[in-house]
């Protein structure tokens, strides 16, 4: 069923197919090349592209999530996407939610006229917060601040639409790029060396996921306590629930997707407890961007560069099993100093930035 949206453009409810190459599946190969093409008109950069077997695990209802999308088509042809996240965990308030549209069918009130639609299925799940994380193109125009004070986006399209439907800037994310040369191994393992005069209680751990057994428990808390230690701004944060299942469900999607990922940890000797982790992947072309995950270190282990250790055995790990992957992408929050320091001083140098923003609904 189409909803009207404008004269000429309407929203479809999207059935996803059990396969990217189900008979059925013509309208979502379609929606995944349109999302391709937005995104490398948003970023100018192809790194984010997802082929339909890549994107269709993404786009699952799961135990832990609601998924709900549309295609958005101006006449016949698919211009765009919607889609919105209903986080799962108890007394979440939050939705997540997107509106993805090509800019040559920008300025026609497509994206105003789809923002109501949104909300209706926020409200339906009982939910009073949206947010959206959008990264968008740097210029050289006006700015607009996050809240937090740290970062900035251009004060464009997206940012003007955003602001005129009632969005807040809470947070920026820097987009950082790593060559992977010669000189970035040489300067990650001095790093390395020196991480571990300051970690002499901890050592360094790696696995390609499926993550063994005896780590499930261990690492299910450190994916858990991202949702609580990471720095969020004054943006919704529900504190997720990991336990060996959901890592075990999430890494078959990751498989599914076709990708490829490295875990590297801090295991505290002492304890026996994992006390930092970062990870790497990358899809099936090894010739692709690698793509820096979750990192994260405790709280209670901070001050004994745990940081520094993981993101460089990571690094000189990767690089010897992934040659051909020339360069490496991470984003981080601008108030995360202390991984922004780890970063540059690896040779992370800044490319693009992401707004994280916040609706309350009323």
């Not at 890549?54 to 211009?79: C, G, H, M, Y």
């Not at 800037?169 to 191994?185: G, I, N």
Request: net charge negative; with cysteine.
């Amino acid at each position: 069923m189409s909803i009207p949206l404008t004269t000429d453009a309407t929203l479809h409810p999207l059935v996803l197919p059990a396969r990217a190459d189900a008979a059925d599946a013509g309208e979502f190969r379609e929606l995944a090349r349109v999302r391709n093409a937005v995104y490398r008109e948003l970023t100018g950069r192809a790194e984010q592209d997802l082929t339909p077997e890549a994107l269709l695990p993404l786009l699952r209802s799961r135990k832990e999530r609601t998924t709900v999308v549309w295609a958005v088509r101006v006449d016949e042809e698919i211009v765009g996407r919607a889609v919105v996240d209903i986080p799962l965990e108890d007394g979440s308030r939050v939705a997540i939610a997107s509106i993805e549209i090509h800019p040559h069918v920008w300025g026609r009130g497509i994206g105003s006229a789809i923002l109501p639609h949104i909300e209706a299925v926020v409200r339906d799940h009982g939910r009073t917060v949206i947010q959206n994380w959008t990264e968008q193109q740097a210029g050289d125009g006006a700015r607009l601040e996050a809240r937090t004070g740290y970062g900035s986006v251009p004060d464009d399209h997206v940012a003007r639409f955003l602001r005129r439907h009632g969005f807040t800037l809470e947070q920026v994310y820097r987009v950082s790029r790593l060559p992977a040369t010669d000189e970035s191994v040489r300067r990650a393992q001095t790093l390395l060396d020196d991480a571990r005069t300051f970690s002499a209680d901890y050592r360094v751990l790696q696995w390609m996921i499926p993550t063994p057994a005896e780590h499930l428990e261990g690492y299910a808390w450190l994916k858990s306590r991202m949702s609580t230690d990471a720095p969020s701004a004054d943006l919704e944060t529900d504190e997720e629930f990991w336990d060996p299942q959901r890592v075990i469900d999430a890494e078959a999607r990751i498989s599914e997707m076709g990708q490829t990922m490295q875990v590297t940890v801090a295991h505290h000797v002492g304890t026996g407890e994992l006390a930092a982790f970062t990870e790497l992947g990358i899809g099936p072309d090894p010739t692709a961007t690698t793509h820096q995950h979750d990192t994260l270190v405790l709280r209670e282990h901070r001050g004994h560069r745990l940081g520094q250790l993981v993101k460089c055995a990571a690094l000189l790990a990767w690089r010897e099993a992934n040659p051909g992957s020339p360069e490496l992408i991470t984003y981080n929050a601008e108030e995360n100093r202390p991984m922004l320091s780890i970063n540059e001083a690896m040779g992370f140098e800044p490319i693009a930035y992401e707004g994280a923003w916040k609706k309350e609904l009323r």
